[in-house]
């Protein structure tokens, strides 16, 4: 092993650490980036819009810097029932309590749901803007326009085109960042990757099985409610319920003959035991609560803050 001093620190330099919001419009990889910059899944990623619902913590820490991001629900545009409101709510008050903003776009695109987000970011905070997703850019020189008319919309800290599953810009992306975070003693331990328990990962994979595994059949008001949590060593029990508004969805769920059902427990089991290095036992059900993502009181006893 080298006791060669890496070439962008220096001996003795003083311990960085800040907090770091990641925002944008569903669907444009936020979850992805949080899940390359941490090196673990921490927060769940699909197709489908609303997938990320919680305030997540990420951690890591590079050299004498430690990087503390929240990853943030896509802001809710188009409906109005109490679950968007509260995830509205969520992103207010993540962007508040932040050093910078990761502004999440689509390289190349920008569209009226991307300019609602970029309005609410406060003038007060450095604002680096992220074109996502550059392995989908076929022409390169097209970026050029485009990137002259997002410096016309507002004077970011930096820009950095990436692609967040490649590991070389990623890496890119931690340089570019780190003069950015305050001179102060981290917040975790260095080996820390997550302020999320166990019991909230585990219903928040369930609930990424459940997205991929029902396409767009199934509408976003779906949660899942972990009812039982045993551990006995390296054992894991849980009893997960999974929470929907109508009798016909609790049947896409389940599938001819349970079949869907058992895939969603068999893929969230699977990668259960591969994130916590441990055996899991999982019991899945399918609950009909009518009308609970539009229940302040429904949402508070499911989780959501």
Sequence with gaps: MSDAVPPDSSPGAPQRCGLIAIVGRPNVGKSTLLNALVGQKVSITSDK??????????????????FVFVDTPGFQTKHNAALNRNLNRTVHGVLGDVDLVLFVVEAGRFGLDDAKVLALLPADKPVVL?????????????????????????NFSEFVPLSAKKEADVTRLFKILKPYLPE???????????????????SEIIREKLFR?????????????IDKWEEEGTQRRISASIV???????????????????RIGSEARQELQTLMDAR?????????RSGWADSEEHLRSYGYE
């Design 184 to 202: 102060q003693g981290w917040f975790y331990d260095e080996d820390a990757l997550t302020d999320r328990s166990e019991r909230f990962l585990a």
């Design 130 to 154: 992220v074109a996502n997703k550059l392995d989908a850019v076929h022409r390169r020189a097209e970026l050029a326009p485009w990137l002259k008319g997002m410096a016309e919309r507002r």
């Design 49 to 66: 819009a609303q997938t990320t619902r919680h305030r997540i913590t990420g951690v890591r820490t590079v050299e004498e810097a430690q």
């Design 244 to 262: 929907v508004e109508r009798e016909a969805h609790k049947g896409m769920i389940i599938g001819q003959g349970g079949e869907r059902l058992k």
């Design 213 to 225: 595994l029902t396409g767009d059949e199934l509408p976003y008001t779906s949660t899942v409610v």
């Design 280 to 288: 899991i036992h999982l019991e899945l059900w399918v609950k009909v």
